[in-house]
């Protein structure tokens, strides 16, 4: 859910561990390099071979974080925690083994593990810039937007000239409502970007000064139950709800009233400012402050699916689900499943969404489901369930075209 990493950067970690141990270490580099084809069959093999022949544990730590990654970079996440798992067995000081188990985790929404990972990594190297940088990243999802705030400034201490690190300390500093702090970051670093030639800094700091504007803008007075979901839901509401909503989110008292305003938020990101990605960041942070509560997973699956993001959007569902089964988890699942092509796991989820409550999202997997089977008489069937739920959806229409239904309202 990130951007790529720098390969660069994790290949000079690969390389200095390797440095520090022991003579011979010319072979192990180019056996499990993370800088070599990552996904040739002569790469795994060479890696699997010195993983297999390795006895010390402290190269064979390092050896099985260069399979890790590479499992990583193909989205192999299970492998790569296999072999984060031993290598860290093999040798528990292995630092960038745990850094590697903590980004990954991260990116499965474990982000107690994560940190758990990042606080062992800092405590073997406490100097170690990217290791705050992580665990800024898994405290922000977590709810600990304050200990966020912390670490990006700490990655800033140890990386004065980072750009990217001034950046990140502004977007940490508008979660505690500090506008003027993250105003004098995002101007610092449009400068620093301007000097550099950067245009990919410039145009993130300016990114984050537009966005500061609209957080802080709010409607005259100081109720903060201006924050309604029917405004959010208005395409042609005021942009000054986000303003209005962050405002709500500030002086909310509990993490669930909390997660209530940035929910309204992020639909306000959607509808109003059409920034899918900034709705996402708003519920999973609501997740972070009201873990107990099944629809917060629900919210932030569904965004996922709405950005093509069904494997993310599968496993929040499964969150979901191990809180509470719900129609509409079942249903989002489904809707998941289907597009990752397990139309067996699809067909399953939605029936079990219909039994408890029969609705449009799965109603709609199994008539594609039917139709794409070639049974026709199943999809004119939950097609015509959609109908008589009220949709006029134009595809809807066509299908049921298609399967001879002219005139589906009598």
């Not at 942009?239 to 909390?258: N, W, Y």
């Not at 059409?274 to 629900?298: F, K, M, Q, W």
């Not at 408890?356 to 097609?383: H, I």
Request: glycine share 6%; aromatic share 6%.
């Amino acid at each position: 859910m990130r951007n790529p990493r720098p390969r660069g950067l994790v290949a000079r970690f690969f390389l200095v561990a390797l440095a520090g141990i022991a003579s011979g270490a010319d072979e192990a580099e180019q056996a499990c390099s993370v800088e070599g084809d990552l996904k040739s069959s002569e790469w795994r093999s060479s890696c699997d071979a010195a993983i297999a022949q390795e006895k010390d544990p402290r190269r064979l730590a390092q050896l099985l974080f260069g399979r890790a990654y590479a499992a990583v970079e193909q989205y192999q996440y299970d492998q790569a925690l296999v072999d984060l798992d031993a290598s860290i067995v093999a040798d528990p000081e292995c630092a960038n083994c745990l850094h590697e188990r903590a980004y990954l985790q991260a990116e499965l929404g474990n982000y107690a593990r994560a940190i758990a990972d990042l606080d062992r990594e800092i405590k073997l190297s406490p100097e170690a810039a990217s290791a705050y940088a992580e665990r800024g990243f898994a405290r922000t999802f977590s709810g600990d937007l304050a200990g966020a705030y912390e670490d990006h400034a700490k990655h800033l201490e140890l990386k004065p000239d980072s750009i990217g690190a001034l950046i990140a300390r502004g977007e940490a500093a508008l979660w505690l409502g500090r506008f003027d702090d993250a105003e004098a970051d995002a101007t610092l670093a449009q400068t620093r970007g301007k000097a550099k030639g950067d245009e990919k800094a410039q145009s993130r700091a300016t990114q984050l000064r537009e966005e500061i504007q609209l957080l802080r803008t709010t409607s005259k007075g100081s109720k903060a139950g201006r924050c309604e979901l029917p405004k959010a839901l208005d395409a042609s509401g005021n942009k000054v709800l986000i303003g209005d909503c962050t405002r709500a989110f500030l002086l909310a008292k509990s993490g669930e009233a909390k997660a209530d305003a940035l929910t309204i938020r992020s639909t306000a990101w959607t509808v109003l400012m059409s920034l899918p990605d900034n709705a996402a960041v708003d519920l999973r942070v609501a997740t972070g402050l009201d873990p107990a509560n099944h629809r917060r997973y629900i919210n932030l699956g569904f965004a996922y699916l709405l950005s093509s993001h069904s494997w993310a959007a599968s496993r929040e569902f499964d969150r979901a689900l191990a809180l509470e089964k719900s129609a509409l988890a079942l249903a989002g699942r489904a809707v998941a499943r289907q597009n990752l092509n397990d139309s067996k796991g699809a067909e399953a989820d939605a029936l079990s969404s219909m039994d408890l409550e029969p609705n449009e999202a799965a109603a709609w997997v199994l008539g594609d489901l039917a139709f794409e089977s070639g049974d026709q008489e199943s999809a004119r069937e939950f097609y015509l369930v959609i109908y008589r739920m009220g949709s006029r959806d134009d595809r809807l229409l066509e299908r049921l075209k298609e399967l001879g239904v002219t005139e589906p309202g009598k």
